[in-house]
């Protein structure tokens, strides 16, 4: 190792991703809070029942600002995001503090990317009735948390003594090798995400609806990829990283893909929840829209009995259950007026708002 900076040029020196990943961190914890809020917004303007879903998001947001923070702690105290030979002449306090801020970020990102998945699979069972789905669901949460847990406590035991990662008069070798601790945890965490992406599938497929209705509810389910695309990138650079001899340089990519991930699960987790938002929104731009105004007064004079969906007017009354046990559909109850007919199709519970939509 060299024994003074002259030994490295001006540019390796000066060299550092710190800000990049303080602009992302930052970027999330705004993303992260705002998303959150929206969602309990979304409930109490409809008036829908807090779930289990909702109650166990909040702790996934703390941990997923955690992820955030600490990583923003680590530029700032740790030089994660420069190189560590010139840390250890320029800064040796610092390449102490990245050691132990290692154990921090390890502890955080296993909860943090845990229970917003739990959160999702408490979610599932609004709508997974079958008993079958039920206990996968419970079974893929079990694993969820065994996998967060082992991980936990495989860092904490890491190594022996504690202060072996940041003492430099203790060797290194008491340590385990930490590219393949995150290795360790990311496999069975994508393994996961596939079991949560196909579990509610077929019950979906099931249901009485029209094909369109299935692919945005599949759509709506499939949100949680999101977490996995940035698992599996994250995972990427652990295999890129054969060892920690730049440990303070690569720590900024992987804290970087960590923290991505955290927050891509919480999205996940939440963005179902605002369809209620969503489609408030789109309605009322279509009622704001010049376009739709004038096309509602020109075809005012047609005959109605020539497309009678294009005249659809219905009185809509509290939902009832229709179709077998199982099978979470729902269609309105109706009055129609003269020259119209009522919607073919029954309309799928909305698994994460109790307040009516219809879709035509």
Do not use: C, E, Y
């Given at each position: 190792m060299a024994s003074n900076l002259t030994s490295f040029p001006p540019s390796y020196i000066a060299e550092t991703t710190g800000p990049r990943l303080i602009a992302i961190a930052s970027v999330?914890?705004?993303?992260?809070?705002?998303?959150?809020?929206?969602r309990f917004a979304t409930r109490m303007t409809h008036k829908a029942k807090l779930g289990v879903d909702d109650y166990i998001i909040i702790p996934a947001l703390v941990f997923s600002l955690g992820m955030c923070v600490i990583s923003i702690v680590e530029v700032k105290i740790a030089g994660v995001g420069r190189h560590l030979p010139v840390l250890y002449i320029e800064d040796p306090q610092a390449v102490v503090n990245w050691a132990k801020c290692g154990y921090a970020i390890e502890e955080i990102y296993c909860a943090a990317v845990a229970i917003p998945k739990l959160s999702i699979l408490a979610s599932y069972l609004r709508i997974l009735t079958a008993k079958p789905y039920r206990i996968s669901t419970y079974i893929i949460g079990g694993i969820v948390s065994a996998n967060a847990i082992a991980g936990i406590i495989t860092s904490l035991a890491s190594c022996r003594p504690f202060s072996a990662r940041w003492d430099i008069n203790l060797s290194t070798s008491n340590c385990l090798d930490a590219p393949r601790f995150w290795q360790g945890i990311n496999i069975p965490s994508i393994?996961?995400?596939?079991?949560?992406?196909?579990?509610?599938?077929?019950?979906?497929?099931?249901?009485?609806?029209?094909?369109?209705?299935?692919?945005?509810?599949?759509?709506?389910?499939?949100?949680?990829?999101?977490?996995?695309?940035?698992?599996?990138?994250?995972?990427?650079?652990?295999?890129?990283?054969?060892a920690l001899s730049d440990g303070t340089w690569d720590s900024a990519d992987i804290a970087t893909w960590s923290l991505v991930e955290s927050s891509c699960y919480l999205i996940a987790a939440c963005l179902p929840a605002l369809r209620p938002l969503y489609l408030g929104v789109i309605n009322t731009l279509k009622s704001l829209s010049p376009y739709s105004t004038t096309q509602g007064q020109?075809?005012?004079?047609?005959?109605?009995?020539?497309?009678?969906?294009?005249h659809l007017d219905i009185e809509m009354n509290p939902y009832r259950r229709i179709g077998p046990l199982g099978e979470e559909a729902y269609c309105p109850e109706y009055s129609s007026k003269a020259g119209q007919v009522p919607p073919t199709v029954a309309t799928p519970v909305h698994a994460f708002d109790d307040s009516p939509h219809v879709k035509y």
């Open positions: 999330f914890i705004a993303l992260d809070a705002s998303i959150v809020a929206l393994a996961t995400d596939v079991m949560m992406l196909l579990l509610p599938l077929p019950t979906i497929w099931g249901l009485h609806i029209d094909k369109k209705q299935k692919i945005a509810l599949s759509g709506v389910f499939l949100l949680g990829s999101f977490g996995m695309i940035a698992s599996i990138i994250r995972l990427v650079v652990t295999f890129r990283v054969t020109s075809s005012s004079g047609l005959d109605s009995s020539a497309n009678p969906r294009r």
